[in-house]
């Protein structure tokens, strides 16, 4: 700023607002903080959004690079099972096979003749020859003339085999024939090494404990057959009235229950969170199939919707009106009468053991195997609830048969996607479906139910 | 000052404490400066507010050449003329030859601060802006007319406008203290 326009009435006039202050609402710091919490959200936003992006590009290269590596690698041995000079330009035939196989690779026949010739007298320890090694024996190295004087095999240590390929020239001699030793070739995998690294398959029996979190649908309204309808025994009422009609008015009454049951059983029904847990214990066959089996305890849950009670004549109680309204209920002094709309939630507590069969289609760091089995359930409690105080809820226990049967079996299937680490646990995610093989209800229900589940199960596994 | 240089740093990590505190430091100094630039308080916080985000947005690029308290009021001053860029009212050129310094500094003296906050913030926008920016903040009309997109002879005729018709307001104003005590 200058101060050099020097005019009394201006010098007055700035002399006068020099220290002039008056404060400000109390808005203008809840504006600002409000417009700068906007903009730290913006930064925020940026950051997770460049984060996520990273992380899809890692997962993205960790796909791509899985997806090339399950291309398996073969060595293969020529048809008159002597192996025929390697082009060590030709890097495409050199492989590496795992351990407990015979690693048949070729390294670099090389000399340092002038005439390109080699004999047995030329080679020595500076790792010159064909070198054909097992893991099994001493990795010492070791001369030994097997055959006659012109063929020569040497056990070599994996790191002076490799320094040997490391000093190799790329002449071979084209008219050098190797005879082969008497040991299977095998198919071999890229990853051979890091299956030194993983634990031994000593163990047959692994213990886990698992949670299976996801969504179902075992509800009583899903299918309902039949109505309650029983024509001296029913009566039906619209909100608020309490008549009665008794005797045979079959038409009217039975029009109006239909309509009831058609509207609960055609209601939309939401599978809400369930969740199992349990305990599992597997016993491997061999390498690819596995068989377990185990108890879970499971809390299936789904809901709908229902504009019908129950109302008891004696208490004047409420009750849900649901596909599970067996025939005694609805004669035992209990009334259909229309309401507003409400939700209907179906809790069923269910014990399962489950048989299950695996078979492992990759065996790499990731196992996934496909996941087939059966499963017995006993219904142990089955908890019908309204989304209103003034309607109470049902529940049904083991000592009632009156709607479910005890005992009902189930199909399972699933891929395990698992994980070994610390040479004995594991851990594993499977997406399961599961499935009632027949209607679970009895024949005095009025209803048809084949319950479906679909969740992920997430396991620890511990391997004796 | 080792307090500021904390509230700065504070600031310029996005500290909102820090952010507070130099608000609850310099607002009320702020606000009158907005308040002279403004038809209203309602107007003088909505330049205050927007000097102030745009105060922690840029704080970064505070390098410390000048006062923390001069950067701020430069900033504020600048919004303050973003809003009130379309509202300048350009009066016929007047020859500032023409005008009479007939006002001693005692008759401004005696007039209380919001007073004459007020005979300012009655002056014709673009009268107000350039007299502020001529006769408070000590700006030349060269400079005005830059900052403003203007030519020098229009800010020269405005803040002659204002200058009389505050002389004019003041008067009147002394005139009726004087009548009074009489």
Not at chain 2, 6 to 32: H, V
Not at chain 2, 146 to 168: D, P
């Amino acid at each position: 700023m200058k101060d050099f326009n020097k005019d009394k009435f201006n010098e007055s006039i700035s002399r006068k607002f020099a220290g002039a202050e008056v404060q400000p609402g109390n808005n203008v710091w809840e504006g600002i903080e409000a417009e700068l919490l906007k903009q730290d959200n913006k930064r925020m936003q940026k950051k997770t959004a460049f984060y996520r992006n990273v992380a899809a590009a890692v997962i993205f290269v960790a796909l791509i690079s899985i997806y090339f590596n399950l291309q398996d690698l073969t060595f293969t041995s020529t048809e008159d099972s002597t192996f025929a000079p390697v082009n060590i330009d030709s890097q495409n035939d050199q492989k590496f096979v795992s351990d407990n196989d015979v690693l048949l690779k070729r390294p670099d026949i090389f000399t340092d003749s002038e005439d390109g010739s080699i004999g047995p007298e030329r080679m020595g320890n500076e790792n010159k020859g064909l070198a054909a090694f097992n893991n099994t024996e001493e990795e010492n190295f070791k001369s030994e003339k097997i055959q006659n004087s012109e063929e020569i095999f040497y056990r070599y240590s994996d790191r002076e085999l490799m320094a040997s390929i490391a000093k190799a020239e790329s002449i071979v001699p084209s008219d050098f024939a190797l005879t082969k030793l008497d040991i299977q070739v095998e198919k071999v995998s890229y990853f051979a090494v890091s299956t030194l690294d993983k634990p031994k398959e000593g163990s047959n029996i692994s213990w886990n404990t698992n949670v299976n979190i996801g969504s179902g649908n075992f509800n009583p309204n899903s299918e309902i057959t039949e109505t309650p309808f029983f024509s001296t025994a029913s009566t039906l009422n619209n909100a608020g009235t309490a008549a009665r009609t008794v005797g045979d008015n079959t038409s009217f009454n039975g029009n109006q229950e239909r309509t009831a049951v058609e509207d609960l059983s055609s209601a939309p029904m939401k599978g809400n969170t369930s969740f199992t847990f349990g305990l599992n214990f597997g016993v491997v066959l061999n390498e690819k199939w596995n068989i377990k089996s185990g108890l879970q305890y499971g809390a299936f849950r789904s809901s709908s919707s229902s504009s019908t009670v129950l109302r008891d004549r004696n208490s004047d109680e409420l009750y849900p009106f649901h596909g599970a309204s067996s025939l005694p209920e609805i004669s035992d002094g209990r009334v259909i009468n229309f309401t507003s709309e409400y939700e209907l939630y179906n809790d069923l507590q269910i014990l399962t053991i489950p048989l299950m069969v695996s078979y492992k289609i990759i065996d790499r760091k990731f196992d996934v195997s496909v996941v087939a089995g059966l499963s017995a359930d006993f219904i142990i409690r089955n908890n019908i609830k309204a989304g209103s105080d003034q309607i109470n809820e049902i529940n049904f226990d083991v000592k009632d048969r009156k709607s479910y049967n005890d005992l009902f079996a189930s199909s399972i299937a699933g891929v395990e996607i698992s994980y070994p680490f610390a040479d004995k646990y594991a851990i594993s995610l499977m997406p399961t479906y599961k499935r009632a093989l027949s209607n679970v209800t009895t024949d005095a229900a009025t209803f048809d139910s084949t319950p479906a589940f679909m969740g992920l199960n997430m396991s620890l596994a511990y391997m004796f | 000052m080792p307090r500021t240089k904390e509230l700065i740093k504070g600031c310029q990590n996005g500290d909102r404490k820090s952010q507070y505190e130099l608000y609850q430091q310099f607002s009320s100094g702020m606000m009158a400066v907005a308040l002279r630039y403004s038809k209203s308080t309602l107007e003088a916080e909505d330049i205050l507010q927007e000097g102030f985000i745009k105060i922690f947005e840029n704080i970064k690029k505070f390098r410390g050449d000048s006062s923390i308290g001069y950067w701020i009021k430069r900033i504020i001053i600048n919004t303050a003329l973003n809003h009130q860029r379309s509202k300048l009212y350009l009066y016929p050129m007047v020859d500032v030859e023409d005008i009479k310094e007939g006002v001693n500094s005692l008759s401004v003296d005696t007039l209380a601060v919001e007073d004459l906050m007020d005979l300012v913030q009655d002056l014709p926008t673009g009268c107000q802006v350039i007299f502020n920016l001529y006769a408070v903040e000590g700006y030349q009309h060269k400079e005005i007319a830059e900052m403003l997109e203007i030519s020098v002879g229009t800010s020269k005729s405005q803040y002659a406008r204002a200058r009389k018709i505050l002389i004019e307001q003041i008067e009147k104003q002394n005139k009726w203290g004087n009548e009074r005590f009489q």
